[in-house]
């Protein structure tokens, strides 16, 4: 009932920025918590950052405080991913994910996905 698409990942060096959207369709679960994750080769899955869609609280994991930040525009049903002062161990596939609940940090936590938006950072 719901679709996540993800875009704006892309190449860039170390120390520049990128801003990943997550286009959100469907209804079930548009107003509950919205979260973007991550996975580099050979890792798993890692929490990036996460909000209610309501808004209010954001959580981050401590790899990207400061640096990273999670929004949302409510008129264009649509989450964003604002990342800064990008490191090259930020190089990994971007997910949009949503959950009807509050926001989680563990991929288990969320049945909605979007395919992925990959990032590289060159060094």
């Known amino acids: 009932q719901v679709q996540l698409v993800e875009s704006g990942g892309g190449v860039v060096q170390a120390g520049g920025s990128l801003r990943l959207s997550c286009a959100v369709s469907?209804?079930?679960?548009?107003?509950?918590?919205m979260a973007w994750f991550r996975q580099a080769p050979g890792k798993g899955r890692e929490f990036v950052a996460g909000l209610p869609w309501s808004g209010g609280r954001t959580y981050y994991s401590d790899s990207v405080k400061g640096r990273f930040t999670i929004s949302r525009d409510n008129a264009k049903i649509t989450v964003y991913l604002q990342m800064n002062s990008l490191k090259p161990e930020d190089t990994a596939v971007y997910y949009c994910a949503a959950r009807s609940v509050a926001v989680g940090t563990l991929p288990h936590d969320y049945p909605y996905w979007g395919q992925g938006t990959q990032v590289t950072v060159s060094s």
């Open positions: 469907g209804r079930t679960f548009i107003n509950a918590a």
